[in-house]
Structures are given as structure tokens and as C-alpha cells.
């Protein structure tokens, strides 16, 4: 054989790429358009499971406990993940999504919720730690029917903006109500210092609690 033959290059496929190369990202290609013609049933019948088959299928999951959480005066019997936080749980396991997650490291104030009567910042309870104990979440507090006097009084002074504060915002101002600070704008802020609001809402949430306060004393 010459070194003339010896050189020839291989045949390529269209475009210009080897042959190998081609049928590498042919077969990328039809794997994933295989993968997503699959995932299409299975989101839908995700999505029909009923509450009991979901149970039933989540009490087979090896690791889960048991926990009855006393959450709005109505007791819930669920399953799990020891390392669960009461936010995940309220949110992904009893579905009530009003209790918001946003830095999930208890800075941000945005899971803020009752424990007792306490504010607490959910995102840093262990669920499987609070059984026996009365929580309340917004879904809690008032509906718009018959709304807190928290609840009124915000949406009186329109104190917010964006709304995704919103709800630690009130449960913190409502747990304050029956908590030992002065009277003063500032003392308000330093009460509410931990709850966080991005839009900047600040001086309509204290204006608000101030005429809560205001009304709770006359």
C-alpha cells in the first residue's frame, strides 16, 4: 500500500463530521427525544394520583415517620423525611402555600409562623419536633371573609407591594401585638426587623401595625 493510500481520509458523514461523531449525536438525540415522549405519561398520571393512593405509595418510601401536626386547630397524620423542616412539610406535604420560602436560612422572615403562640421561622423546625404543639400558619390567621385585624389593617394602608413577605410580615406583626415593646415607630421596626421586604414597603407595614395597635388599646 503507498503512503498515498495510507493518508486517504476516512469517509465523513453529512456536514462534514466523522462518521463516528455522527452517529454519537444521532444517538444523543434519539435517546433524549425518547425520554421526553416517556416523561409526558408519567407528569399525567403523577398529576391524577388521588390523596390516598399518594398515601399509600408515600408509607412504602423506606425512612419516612409518622407525625401528627396540629396545624390551624386540625390535626394532620403524615409521613415524613426525619430532616424535614416544618416550611417543606407545611408546603409540599399538606399543600399550604400561603407560609413562603425565600433565604430557607431564617433571615428573610418570609416562613414566619405561630408555634403556640410564638413566631417562629419555620424554615428552621424540624416537622418530626413538633408534635403536641399548636401551630397556626396565614391560612390561619383570618380568611377575607373574617380577617385578623392584621390582615384588615394592611390592606388598609397598603402595605405591600410584590405580596411575597406578605404573609410573615402580618404573622410577625400579630405575634408582636401581644408582645412587650414600646410605642414608638422604631420600637415597630425593631420588632419587624426580622422580616425582610425587597419592594421597600416599610413605612405602610409599620403604619399599619401602629393603627392595629392603636385600635387594640382604645
Given at each position: 500500500?503507498?503512503?498515498?493510500?495510507?493518508?486517504?481520509?476516512?469517509?465523513?458523514?453529512?456536514?462534514?463530521?466523522?462518521?463516528?461523531?455522527?452517529?454519537?449525536?444521532?444517538?444523543?438525540?434519539?435517546?433524549?427525544?425518547?425520554?421526553?415522549?416517556?416523561?409526558?405519561?408519567?407528569?399525567?398520571?403523577?398529576?391524577?394520583?388521588?390523596?390516598?393512593?399518594?398515601?399509600?405509595?408515600?408509607?412504602s418510601?423506606?425512612?419516612?415517620?409518622?407525625?401528627?401536626?396540629?396545624?390551624?386547630?386540625?390535626?394532620?397524620?403524615?409521613?415524613?423525611?426525619?430532616r424535614?423542616?416544618?416550611?417543606?412539610?407545611?408546603?409540599?406535604?399538606l399543600?399550604?402555600?400561603?407560609?413562603?420560602?425565600?433565604?430557607?436560612?431564617?433571615?428573610?422572615?418570609?416562613?414566619?409562623?405561630?408555634?403556640?403562640?410564638?413566631?417562629?421561622?419555620?424554615?428552621?423546625?424540624?416537622?418530626?419536633?413538633?408534635?403536641?404543639?399548636?401551630?397556626?400558619?396565614?391560612?390561619?390567621?383570618?380568611?377575607?371573609?373574617?380577617?385578623?385585624?392584621?390582615?384588615?389593617?394592611?390592606?388598609?394602608?397598603?402595605?405591600?407591594?410584590?405580596?411575597?413577605?406578605?404573609?410573615?410580615?402580618?404573622?410577625s406583626?400579630?405575634?408582636?401585638?401581644?408582645?412587650?415593646?414600646?410605642?414608638?415607630?422604631?420600637?415597630?421596626?425593631?420588632?419587624?426587623?426580622?422580616n425582610?421586604?425587597?419592594?421597600?414597603?416599610?413605612?405602610?407595614?409599620i403604619?399599619?401595625?401602629?393603627?392595629?395597635?392603636?385600635?387594640?388599646?382604645a
Amino acid at each position: 500500500m503507498s503512503k498515498d493510500e495510507m493518508e486517504e481520509p476516512k469517509p465523513s458523514a453529512p456536514g462534514g463530521l466523522s462518521r463516528r461523531a455522527f452517529l454519537t449525536r444521532a444517538g444523543a438525540a434519539t435517546v433524549a427525544g425518547t425520554a421526553a415522549t416517556l416523561a409526558g405519561p408519567m407528569v399525567i398520571a403523577e398529576a391524577q394520583k388521588t390523596p390516598e393512593a399518594a398515601a399509600a405509595e408515600e408509607s412504602s418510601i423506606p425512612g419516612l415517620v409518622p407525625v401528627t401536626l396540629q396545624v390551624n386547630g386540625k390535626a394532620h397524620k403524615v409521613r415524613v423525611d426525619p430532616r424535614a423542616t416544618v416550611l417543606d412539610t407545611l408546603r409540599e406535604t399538606l399543600h399550604l402555600t400561603g407560609t413562603k420560602k425565600g433565604c430557607d436560612h431564617g433571615q428573610c422572615g418570609a416562613c414566619t409562623i405561630h408555634v403556640n403562640g410564638r413566631r417562629v421561622n419555620s424554615c428552621l423546625l424540624l416537622a418530626t419536633m413538633q408534635q403536641g404543639k399548636a401551630i397556626t400558619t396565614i391560612e390561619g390567621l383570618g380568611t377575607p371573609e373574617a380577617m385578623h385585624p392584621v390582615q384588615a389593617a394592611f390592606a388598609e394602608h397598603d402595605a405591600f407591594q410584590c405580596g411575597y413577605c406578605t404573609s410573615g410580615q402580618m404573622m410577625s406583626a400579630a405575634a408582636m401585638l401581644h408582645e412587650p415593646w414600646g410605642e414608638r415607630d422604631e420600637d415597630v421596626q425593631e420588632a419587624l426587623s426580622g422580616n425582610i421586604c425587597r419592594c421597600g414597603a416599610y413605612p405602610n407595614i409599620i403604619a399599619a401595625v401602629q393603627s392595629c395597635r392603636r385600635k387594640a388599646t382604645a
